[in-house]
T-cell receptor, first 115, second 113 residues
Framework: AQSVTQLGSHVSVSEGALVLLRCNYS??????LFWYVQYPNQGLQLLLK??????LVKGINGFEAEFKKSETSFHLTKPSAHMSDAAEYFC?????????????FGGGTRLMVKP | ETGVTQSPTHLIKTRGQQVTLRCSSQ?????VSWYQQALGQGPQFIFQ???????GRGNFPPRFSGLQFPNYSSELNVNALELDDSALYLC????????????FGEGSWLTVV
């Protein structure tokens, strides 16, 4: 079985500050890892994903995440927060190539950006 | 814009009734999955269809059922609605069954009263 833990259900940063959203996972097989963003009353938009290869993954809107196998982590970062980054962020894991669309999501982190 | 469209966007049902939610996948996508997202929680996987056959199911009772049609559109049916079924239901599609990028629709908000 796989699981995802997102530390901090709410994170508040000032505009221009570093954004760090934490994600730890457990998986019995090499995982595929994802970060999604959800704006109010909308569906999920993919920010970035890790499948194989380079462990530092760059996504849209200036976000990036690093897969650290030894720490079972996939933390999301952005050097400088913008007001438009305020949203709910979800980390998700799937059990690699055979899992299709079967994602296990964390509970989400609400990012608030202060002016 | 993900190319995945869902209907209806909002609906209210009474406990014990049945509901059908619909999803039109992105063009050419032959894999569709459904998720339930309760308020304040992350999405939970309900089931997945690949080429019209269910090939994965989460921890949901049999009163949650689905269909995928030859044009790869899909339905989620829920019978004997319970108050706890109130949630956002998300449809997601992808090409193939091998971890390609998954695109989500904007969801259908179901309220059971």
């Amino acid at each position: 079985a796989q699981s995802v833990t997102q530390l901090g259900s709410h994170v508040s940063v000032s505009e221009g500050a570093l954004v760090l959203l934490r994600c730890n996972y457990s998986s019995s097989v090499p995982p595929y890892l994802f970060w999604y963003v959800q704006y109010p009353n909308q569906g999920l938009q993919l920010l970035l994903k890790y499948t194989t290869g380079a462990t530092l993954v760059k996504g849209i809107n200036g976000f990036e995440a690093e897969f650290k196998k030894s720490e079972t982590s996939f933390h999301l970062t952005k050097p400088s927060a913008h007001m438009s980054d305020a949203a709910e962020y979800f980390c998700a894991v799937s059990e690699g190539n055979n899992a299709g669309n079967m994602l296990t999501f964390g509970g989400g982190t609400r990012l608030m950006v202060k002016p | 814009e993900t190319g995945v469209t869902q209907s209806p966007t909002h609906l209210i049902k009474t406990r014990g009734q049945q509901v059908t939610l619909r999803c039109s996948s992105q063009s050419g996508h032959n894999t569709v999955s459904w998720y339930q997202q309760a308020l304040g929680q992350g999405p939970q996987f309900i089931f997945q269809y690949y080429r019209e056959e269910e090939n994965g199911r989460g921890n949901f009772p049999p009163r949650f059922s689905g269909l995928q049609f030859p044009n790869y559109s899909s339905e989620l049916n829920v019978n004997a609605l319970e108050l706890d079924d109130s949630a956002l239901y998300l449809c997601a599609s992808s090409l193939g069954n091998s971890g390609n990028t998954i695109y989500f629709g904007e969801g259908s908000w179901l309220t059971v009263v």
